[in-house]
């Protein structure tokens, strides 16, 4: 299955995402872990990502895409996969359809997560990740820096959902309550049964 996670910083697609690919046996593609990735091995891509990231706006859509055609260019990804933060705006989203259509493919399903922005703003303060045993803040979680990538979410993000939805594609999730009810959400808009491990009718 080829899926998307769509939904604002904070709405959980990390922790879903891994869940989720788990469960489909696909990939979880992250572009801001594979970005964080190339940042702390200061590569010319990381150089590259670093200046937007710290201010908490979106790498140049060139860089991200040709950056994501080759981790799908890998052999995991090819039976399918789950992106996590991409595409994140309708030229990312063109470009992605054109490139799985060279290839005769095409996106099945494309989720959002939906939760409302004083929740998102509560969770993405209190959020800390482990880095050589230690929790610490992501630096673009401070408070102006989230602020600001609510702002670049709803302005060149947030249209992904009327994109999708107009290719019929979009499924929104309510991704208020416990990690396990979102999952089971999820998984039931992938037409997945949790308990049989397959794909309900297959
Ligand atoms: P994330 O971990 O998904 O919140 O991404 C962290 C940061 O990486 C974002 O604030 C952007 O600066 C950058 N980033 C991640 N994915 C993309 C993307 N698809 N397009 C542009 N920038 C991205």
């Known amino acids: 299955m080829r899926v998307v996670l769509l939904g604002p910083p904070g709405a959980g697609k990390g922790t879903q995402a891994q869940i ?16 964080r990735a190339n940042v702390s091995g200061r590569t010319e891509l990381g150089q590259k990502a670093k200046t937007y990231m710290d201010a908490g706006d979106l ?14 260019a890998e052999p995991d990804a090819k039976a399918g996969f789950l992106l996590d933060g991409f595409p994140r705006t309708i030229a990312q989203a063109e470009q992605l359809r054109d490139s799985l259509a060279e290839l005769g493919n095409g996106l099945d399903r494309v989720l959002e997560l939906v939760v409302d922005e004083d929740e998102l703003v509560r969770r993405l303060s209190g ?21 600001h990538r609510l702002q670049v979410y709803r302005e060149q993000t947030a249209p992904l959902s009327g994109f999708y939805e107009g290719e019929g594609l979009l499924a929104r ?30």
């Open 173 to 202: 999730i309510d991704a208020i309550g416990s990690v396990e009810d979102v999952t089971a959400r999820a998984l039931e808009a992938l037409g997945w049964s949790p308990r049989s491990g397959q794909q309900a009718g297959a």
């Open 59 to 72: 790498v140049p859509d060139e860089v991200t895409v040709a950056m994501v055609k080759d981790r799908l």
């Open 20 to 35: 989720i690919a788990g469960h489909l046996a696909a990939p979880a593609i992250s572009t801001g872990d594979i970005f």
């Open 127 to 147: 959020r800390r990740m482990l880095v050589d045993g230690e929790w610490v803040q992501r630096s673009d979680d401070e408070p102006e820096t989230v602020r």
